[in-house]
């Protein structure tokens, strides 16, 4: 019960950030902290649920918020095996790789939307992007309830 009233909140909030910064994902970190800490049905659930909050809010043709988040899990599940998922420096060099998919995803999708590109305005999410993630992730992870990851730590 716990899990699913913190992920509401998440969810919640995350609505509110990207209405307020949109072109940024709020999201993403949610991610990253459910990966470590949660088991992968849990993932999927929640990835499932904000994909449906992206696609159905989002302005773009079908298919960003899929992959967006096969790209962000990817980068999640190789960058483990590299480095440590509970550094800064993972996460903030993931904030960058994100940046950067932001960018070519939305190029990808202004071109088969055959979609002007505004290149100042996205430049602008994408640093945005870059900059914001690790900190809301470090915010995220902080506020995950311990009782939570030991659950989880015991289980697996």
């Known amino acids: 019960m716990l899990a699913a009233l913190w992920w509401m909140a998440f969810t919640i909030l995350g609505i ?24 992968p049905g849990a993932t999927i659930v929640l990835t499932l649920i904000w994909v449906a909050i992206q696609e159905g809010a989002g302005g773009l043709a079908f298919g960003y ?9 990817a980068f999640l ?15 903030a060099l993931l904030g960058l790789a994100l940046g950067l998919a932001h960018l070519l995803l939305l190029y990808l999708m202004a071109v088969l939307e055959m979609r002007a590109f505004p290149l100042g305005r996205v430049l602008g999410e994408c ?30």
């Open 16 to 39: 509110w950030g990207q209405s307020m910064l949109p072109g940024v994902d709020f999201f993403a970190p949610g991610m990253a902290v459910s990966l470590r800490w949660q088991k």
């Open 65 to 73: 918020a899929i992959l967006w988040y096969a790209i962000l899990f």
């Open 77 to 91: 599940t190789v960058g483990r095996w590299l480095l440590d998922p509970g550094s800064l420096q993972f996460q």
């Open 127 to 156: 640093l945005l992007q870059a900059l914001l993630y690790p900190v809301l992730w470090y915010v995220s992870e902080a506020m995950f309830p311990d009782r939570l990851k030991k659950i989880h730590d015991e289980s697996a």
